[in-house]
């Protein structure tokens, strides 16, 4: 990353923009102008798009990524990252499995499967906070190592036939067409929505992101804060593995193989800054909306998966590169 | 400061050692010069791209493409041998490097130029490149049978006794062996990761430092991509599918701070032939292949808290609180 600072020349404007003008200019606004569009485009470009039942499988496009994307999305902020999250579902759901196979019931699975969720996070958030260490190596070791145990423990092999109950979370419907997956991500969007934006703890997570020594003069216990990221990121990808093992119905090691991208995408889409410091969970719900549309839009038009990842990571680089491009052409009259 | 990075090398080279007589104490065979040399074959890709990554993370970057290069420049090369079967093997080799080196601008530049993140950069081209590689192949395969025998002799043809994919990797380390640290070059991306402000000062361009860190990391790419599709046979979307990481971890294992700024030619090479060892042995000494991904794992947070044990010994605390200020 370059760290070379040029130095800013500050212009002070004669009138202060009004709240209002500041949400219309806002990235959200932004985004959400861009899901609008998306979505009249998917309903001109498929016949199949507008229906109730099809809108309703489209939204398990996102559902689980956008449950890790919200805690993602505080320790991005918090200037952190974390690249194993996949790998934790991978772990979440082989545990999940091994309880399943002992014999115990739908509690005790989902029970296992958040347990070991928090526990992957704790073991990042201690080597991360404990040693100083840079999250991003310690998070490539350990999306090895959890996926690795999985492999240990499944080889080529799989886990199937969990009971009957635990597929109410993948696969139940809360009431009509809204799927208790999505009913989960509503509520997880709420909760993140107030703990980031109307707690202390929030607060906090802004300014550990912005300056963590400045955070720690004024009596933040960073690596607390931190700690608690990394375990809330762990427990989402623990609450991620259960939907995705109950809606798929089975257990591989490679589950969920690549979504690390696809939550670190959706987070940054959302107008967090990867930098740390800045950021928004509405502006994550939104992202979480158009990406899901994205990929169900280019699915019915029989577009294949690994051609829609290019359209993923165009958007990652895209969404970064072209208001630094506009910036740097402003700059230059 | 010098004394304290040989010993961390006598250490990882003490460490290959142990776990070579260890596993010659379950397999006798495996110690052999025929079967080291295997090994060190075996390892070559893995030598030549560590020896890119190495580059990269000294800037303080970190290239997550790079297997998605290999795969992508592979394809490439196999599927021009199948369209043009006459094409000498030096051609080749040059469109392998060109390619690499054109993806690896293209992370570099935009790196340079708009300021983007390192890993946002490389995360993004790292699905975009594999994503063009099902694009142009249909998501088909590229067979043995359908490659020219001179295409895929190539790395095999023996050379004063060992194969040319094994002189290939050692060209790369004695080329970047004297680039580190005999050149400018070399320097400048030691200066600008220990302390990119100062760089700055004594005028060198940070990010023009960290572009060509790019470039010569995607080269390597581009290379090991022709000699890995001419050496297995078969070219297809998934070739080298999550080696990237192999290649951080054997950086991070051969003591290449990811803080940018510390790391030598030898220790990347140790530090993949570390993993290499390991790969080679996990068969032979009866413990099944799907240990590897866990292992290696386990070696990259281990070698990471080593890492931070001897930055703290080496007294940089002046610097570091200056570095905090920035």
Redesign the interface.
Known sequence: ?????HIKTRVIPDRLTTPTQRILRSWEALLLLVAVGIFILNSFASPYFLDAWNLSDATFNFTEKAMIAFAMALLIIAGE?DLSVASIIALASTVMGMVMQAGFGTPMIVLAGLVTGLLCGVFNGV?VTR????S???T??????????S??VL??GAFRGYPEGFAVFGQGYAFWVISVELVIFAVLAVVYGVILHKTNFGRAVYAVGNNA?AAMFSGIRVGRVKLTLFMLTGLMSGIAAVCLTSRLGSTR?SIAS?ME?EV??MV?LGGVN??GGSGTIPGVVIAAFVMGLVTFGLGLLNV?G??M??F???L??GV??LP??FA?LKGAK | MNALLKSRESILVGAILALLVLISTRFAGFVTPANLAAVFNDTSPLIILALGQMVVILTRCIDLSVAANLALTGMVCAMLNVAVPGLPIPVILLIALAMGALMGTLNGLMVWKLDIPPIVVTLGTMTIYRGIIFLISDGKWVNAHEMSPAFTAFPRASLLGLPVLSWMAIIVIAVMAVVMSRTTLGRSFYAVGGNPHAAVYTGINVGKAQFRAFVISGTLAGLAGYLWVARYAVAYVDIAGGFELDVVAACVIGGISIAGGIGTVGGAVLGALFLGVIKNALPVVDISPFWQLAISGAAIIIAVVFNARADRTKGRVILKSAEHAQ
């Open positions: 990353m370059t760290m070379v600072d990252i080597l040693f100083n260490l840079p991003i190596v310690v490539i070791g350990t999306m090895s190592l959890f996926r690795g145990i492999y240990i080889g080529d020594t090691p690549g991208l670190v995408t940054v990867i930098l294949p690994i051609v990842s290019i993923i990571g165009a990652l680089i970064i590169a630094r491009l740097k």
